[in-house]
């Protein structure tokens, strides 16, 4: 910062001050003006690309998190291929839906986050604790989110103490619940969650959990339009990871594209979904 501008090649005093563990607490103290919540608000209305659909569900050993990837800026589609799952660490991920700029910017910044509590405190945050961070940083986007700025995430993760996967999910003002089996966020959750609902059961292996996953957001497709399903002409398919003990992995495209061309062809025998739980 300020010592090394003027080229002493020292570190400022504030990066040798011991304090808190939180990233957050550390910008808002010696660099407020970079927390995305320390920001003017836009006046008037803003139009900026939104993301949509995420959706998770638990299976036997870890958890599984996907979404589209098309993002909207009112009745046009901004985007057809944006990224909406991150890792935040090893063990955990994170989905996010509404401000597209917003969402991306405050997922590095939780990723920070738990980068620098593992480094001061020499000790991996539980899942429980990764989960109340984020609460906090939602919190302090809630200027921006009554402006219209909204940034709705769901958060996921295999729990080390507990050894099973866990789902959390938010609202604008950082309400957080955690979510038995199954969650879905952003405007195609509604059809989503029944197609979740519908299909869902505690021994899904990870194999079926993600044809689980996809299924729901083919379906949050057909009825919302802000919703992108699997794209066969242009090859973009959902982004779909697992999070297990051995900690986070992405399915590639093509593991995915197998799993959407199945559920494709199945659609044209019953366009309304498969009609008996998933094999």
């Known amino acids: 910062m300020e010592a090394n501008s003027r080229g002493t090649g020292r570190l400022p005093a504030a990066f040798l001050t011991p304090g808190s563990s939180s990233f957050l607490d550390f910008l808002e103290s010696h660099r ?43 009745n046009v589609i901004a985007q057809r291929d944006i990224e909406k799952i991150f890792p935040t660490d090893e063990h955990s991920a994170v989905g996010v839906a509404g401000t597209a700029g917003l969402a991306v910017e405050m997922v590095r910044m939780f990723q920070l986050e738990l980068e620098h509590y ?121 982004i779909v990871s697992l999070i297990t003990e051995d900690g986070f992995r992405r399915l590639t495209d093509s593991e995915v594209a197998g799993i959407a061309v199945s559920i494709t062809d199945q659609r044209l025998a019953h366009p309304n979904g498969p009609q008996a739980p998933l094999l």
Request: aromatic residues 6%.
């Open 118 to 238: 593992e480094k001061i405190e020499g000790a991996v945050l539980s899942l429980e604790g990764k989960a109340n961070r984020l609460t906090t940083m939602i919190r302090g986007n809630l200027g921006m989110a009554m402006q219209g700025l909204a940034v709705v995430p769901l958060f996921a993760g295999y729990d080390l103490d507990l050894g099973r996967g866990r789902i959390f999910n938010y609202d604008v003002t950082g309400g957080r619940s955690e979510e038995r089996g199954f969650a879905a966020t952003g405007s195609g959750s509604v059809f989503a969650r029944g197609a979740l609902k519908k299909l869902y059961r505690a021994d899904l292996t990870a194999e079926q959990a993600s044809t689980l996953v996809v299924q729901a957001l083919y379906d949050a497709a057909d009825d919302d339009s802000a919703t992108g399903g699997p794209d066969l002409a242009r090859k973009i398919y959902p």
């Open 32 to 74: 407020p003006e970079l927390v995305p919540g320390r920001r003017g608000l836009p006046e008037g209305v803003v139009e900026a690309p939104h993301g949509t659909t995420i959706v998770a569900a638990v299976f036997d050993g870890g958890v599984v998190i996907a979404g589209d990837r098309r993002a909207t800026m009112g």
